[in-house]
C-alpha cells in the first residue's frame, strides 16, 4: 500500500492545474488505487507535505514539477487497456516516476491524467 500512497502523491506534485474538485483529484487517484483508505492516505501526506492545498471541495495542487513528456513518458507498444478509460490500446503511455512506473494510458488519457487536457 505504501508504494500506491508514493505513487499517489507523486502524481498529485505532477499535476498541472490551477485547481480541481475533489471529485477531479479522486477520478485521476483511481488511476493507482480505488480504496478509500488509501486515497484518504494520498490527500492527507500531499497536502502534509505541501503538494496541494484543499479549500471547500477543491484542490490547488501547489507545485511546477509538471510530467516532461520527453523524459517522463515511455511508450510501448503492446495490446494494453488504458487505466484510466479501459479502452483497448495498442500504443500504451507510461509515467516513469520515482515511486515507479505507471499507466498504460491512452493518448488523450495520459493528458487528461496530467492535467494537460
Partial sequence: ????????????DRFEDVELSVAEVIDRLETITTDP????????????????????????PAGSNYVSFEAE????????????????ITTGYFLNLEAGEHGPFGSSCIRKVTGRE
Fill in 37 to 60: 483508505r488509501t486515497t484518504r492516505e494520498i490527500l492527507e501526506r500531499a497536502e502534509n507535505e505541501g503538494i496541494i492545498e484543499r479549500d471547500s471541495g477543491v484542490v490547488y
Fill in 73 to 88: 513518458v515511455v511508450t510501448k507498444e503492446g495490446e494494453f487497456t488504458c487505466r484510466r478509460c479501459g479502452a483497448s
Fill in 1 to 12: 500500500m505504501t508504494d500506491r500512497v508514493e505513487l499517489g502523491v507523486e502524481l498529485l
